[in-house]
């Protein structure tokens, strides 16, 4: 129950995070900020491939229904729900998953979850610019774009990843 609490907790967090303070970060250079990823990212390694798509749909459309994004948030979350299975089946530890833990940084370590969780980034955003542009005669712009967003969200990632790694949440 506890569990339950504490990932409603993450979700309506991160939500009211991107929605209200992110999508608000002006910088320039195409950058945004993306923390919505990073609820996915911490659900438990035994959570069903279903059940991780359709939080991803649900916090997506929420959020593009906010930002007036037309499901690009849906669709980016819902391709960073599918491929997380395969991406942590490349970076798997020799002894498996231990269902104790959780796919943060200080359950998994600093490798194991800059690879991990930049790899589902990456293709997150990729995804989202291509939606978002779509004129692939601007790959400059989707290259861009997605490059800095990249470098912005992934600190951000790794900040908050630090800040609950010392609250031990």
């Given at each position: 129950m506890t569990s339950l609490i504490r990932y409603t907790f993450f979700f309506l967090f991160f939500f009211l995070f991107q929605v209200f303070l992110a999508r608000n970060v002006?910088?320039?250079?195409?950058?945004?900020l993306?923390?919505?990823?990073?609820?996915?990212?911490?659900l438990p390694f035994n959570t069903s491939i279903f059940v991780m798509m359709s939080l991803g749909f649900l916090l997506g459309i929420l959020a593009d229904s906010l930002m007036n994004s037309y499901g690009l948030n849906a669709s980016s979350l819902v391709l960073f729900a599918y491929f997380r299975p395969l991406v942590f089946?490349?970076?798997?530890p020799k002894d498996g998953y231990d269902n104790?833990?959780?796919?943060?940084?200080?359950d998994?370590?600093?490798?194991w979850f800059l690879l991990t969780y930049g790899l589902l980034l990456l293709l997150h955003l990729v995804w989202f610019f291509i939606l978002e542009i779509f004129r692939?005669?601007?790959?400059?712009?989707i290259l861009?774009?997605?490059?800095?967003?990249?470098?912005?969200s992934y600190f951000v990632a790794l900040v908050l990843q630090l800040f609950f790694r010392k609250q031990n949440v």
């Amino acid at each position: 129950m506890t569990s339950l609490i504490r990932y409603t907790f993450f979700f309506l967090f991160f939500f009211l995070f991107q929605v209200f303070l992110a999508r608000n970060v002006e910088i320039g250079a195409g950058m945004q900020l993306f923390v919505l990823p990073i609820f996915l990212m911490i659900l438990p390694f035994n959570t069903s491939i279903f059940v991780m798509m359709s939080l991803g749909f649900l916090l997506g459309i929420l959020a593009d229904s906010l930002m007036n994004s037309y499901g690009l948030n849906a669709s980016s979350l819902v391709l960073f729900a599918y491929f997380r299975p395969l991406v942590f089946s490349l970076f798997l530890p020799k002894d498996g998953y231990d269902n104790l833990k959780e796919p943060t940084l200080r359950d998994m370590g600093w490798r194991w979850f800059l690879l991990t969780y930049g790899l589902l980034l990456l293709l997150h955003l990729v995804w989202f610019f291509i939606l978002e542009i779509f004129r692939l005669g601007e790959w400059l712009l989707i290259l861009r774009n997605t490059f800095m967003s990249f470098v912005f969200s992934y600190f951000v990632a790794l900040v908050l990843q630090l800040f609950f790694r010392k609250q031990n949440v």
